[in-house]
């Protein structure tokens, strides 16, 4: 099974990145985590570009969401909502079919207590939206606190809420028991 990791942060030292390889690190046996690190580079939305030929990087976005058994997303919260650099990259989804079906797990990590639990909310009513199947939601608060020298989260409490959550995920997709 493949899935494919995305975050929403830009930020180099991102605790929602971190999340996403603590959830590589910890899949199960025959899962394969694959981390997107094209957001940076996608253009603004704009309906004008898209088409039949949209811009190479939208494509390449397209075809390896439809590649992937199923997509794994992880965002930050900024003003209690999704920062845009994720929404844009939803935005050029929308039509497209892509995640129409396809399983899908949101994480959310914060600073703050509750996690980022507005934005992961917000994400998975955007992700219904799109017509993927959430099947998994996790909020991880307090991030400075379970995260090492290099930005790895340390914290048991938390990798065993990950692990939990992939293999949740995993088993949903049929990837694993």
Request: aromatic share 4%; hydrophobic share 45%.
């Amino acid at each position: 099974m493949k899935v494919l990791a995305i975050s929403g942060s830009l930020q180099q030292s991102s605790s929602n990145t971190a999340l996403l390889r603590a959830a590589a690190a910890t899949a199960p046996e025959g899962v394969t985590v694959e981390h997107y690190d094209g957001i940076r580079a996608l253009p603004h939305f704009d309906p004008d570009l898209d088409g039949p030929e949209p811009p190479s990087e939208i494509a390449e976005l397209r075809a390896r969401i439809a590649a992937a058994d199923a997509v794994l997303f992880s965002t930050p919260e900024y003003a209690h909502a999704l920062p845009g650099a994720l929404k844009d990259t939803l935005d050029w989804l929308v039509g497209s079919g892509e995640l129409v079906g396809k399983p899908v797990a949101v994480m959310s990590a914060s600073p703050g207590l509750d996690g980022g639990v507005i934005a992961g909310d917000a994400l998975v009513a955007l992700l219904g939206v799109l017509s993927a199947q959430v099947v998994g939601q996790l909020a991880v608060g307090a991030t400075r606190s379970k995260r090492d020298a290099e930005g790895n989260f340390t914290d048991p409490d938390t990798l065993t809420s990950v692990a939990d959550l992939v293999q949740v995920f995993a088993a949903a997709v049929g990837g694993a028991a």
